[in-house]
């Protein structure tokens, strides 16, 4: 078993020492994309080394709270109800059983739970009994997390008094291939929801799906988006798409591995201070290319046996990883 003290206190802040003052263009960050393979992992790993135990990665549970008939059009999830896809609509778990899920987590090893529902965006009704799971389980000593969709004023005050650490919202991907892949709510929707939350005091967890089709100037237009907001994302989950089959996107060509390290190396560069979490899709790679990910800069991952409805590698089988590369938790 993977043994983590939790200690708010002690998770890093966003207090990089290299590079933390630049502001990166879409061209400089094609740049990096475009170096010597070698040349651009030995750069991520420095700028890793410079503000992170490199051997050190931080441990996150996810549980879906709330699974199927989300309104929105989103063409990489199986949660959508337009979508004809094995994601059945489910209610609100009960309190309890968060509570087992969560208990679980923290013995595994997890040091943050995360609690995601499929809602646009949640009514009141809807956020009541999650703030009791939020208090429950930061009562617990985990790191709390929810995704919840897009939140009204005052909703993140309510996260935050419930004693939220993070809230995640991905921006998915560069606001110029955004339609192609979301038309139910803009990008503008979200960079308010993300203002809510920095302004509550929340620290932002917030990244992008890579090989949803777009190109390589698209996956540095996404990375420039996060690494140029006025405070970058204290966590940066890059997520490799995973298909499903009823969604849109079920059929894109499959992204190189090499080219998701590559995103993973620019995203340490430019986020010197972020946790860059190796998120959805870690399923579908090989150790070797999880073991580059975690050279490259990755330093956080979602830990257990399935992201949302999406399959993730069991716990043991992260252990085993751990074991061959001398990692630990954070």
Not at 221 to 240: D, F, T, W
Request: charge should be negative; glycine fraction near 8%.
């Amino acid at each position: 078993m993977l043994e983590v003290a939790v200690d708010a206190n002690s998770i890093k802040k966003n207090t990089p020492v290299v590079e933390a003052e630049k502001r990166w263009t879409v061209a400089q960050i094609v740049e990096l994309f475009e170096m010597p393979f070698s040349d651009l992992i030995h750069r991520a790993q420095t700028v890793h080394r410079q503000n992170f135990d490199p051997n050190a990665v931080q441990v996150s549970t996810l549980l879906s709270i709330k699974t199927g008939g989300c309104s929105e059009d989103c063409g990489y999830c199986p949660q959508a109800a337009r979508y004809h896809t094995d994601v059945e609509n489910e209610p609100l778990m009960a309190l309890d059983a968060v509570l087992e899920a969560a208990k679980a987590a923290k013995e595994n090893g997890a040091s943050r739970f995360c609690m995601g529902a499929a809602w646009r965006s949640p009514k009141q009704r809807d956020l009541e009994p999650v703030l009791k799971m939020i208090a429950e389980v930061k009562a617990m000593g985990l790191e709390t997390c929810a995704t919840l969709g897009m939140l009204k004023d005052g909703q993140a005050e309510q996260l935050k008094d419930a004693g939220l650490d993070y809230y995640n919202h991905n921006l998915d991907t560069a606001p110029e291939f955004y339609g192609d892949v979301i038309t139910t709510r803009t990008y503008q929707d979200r960079l308010d929801t993300l203002d809510r939350v920095r302004d509550a005091d929340i620290n932002v967890c917030c990244g992008g799906i890579i090989g949803m089709g777009e190109s390589r100037v698209q996956r540095a237009g996404l990375l420039a988006q996060l690494a140029n907001m006025e405070r970058p994302p204290e966590s940066v989950p890059i997520n490799l798409l995973t298909q499903v089959e009823g969604t849109p996107l079920h059929g894109t060509d499959e992204l190189d591995p090499f080219e998701f390290v590559r995103t993973i190396a620019a995203a340490r560069i430019t986020m010197p201070g972020s946790y860059v979490r190796l998120s959805a899709g870690r399923q579908s790679m090989h150790e070797g290319i999880q073991a580059l990910c975690f050279i490259a800069g990755a330093n956080s991952i979602f830990y257990g046996e399935k992201l949302l409805t999406t399959g993730n590698p069991e716990a043991e089988a992260d252990r085993a990883l751990f074991a061959k590369l001398g990692l630990h938790p954070a």
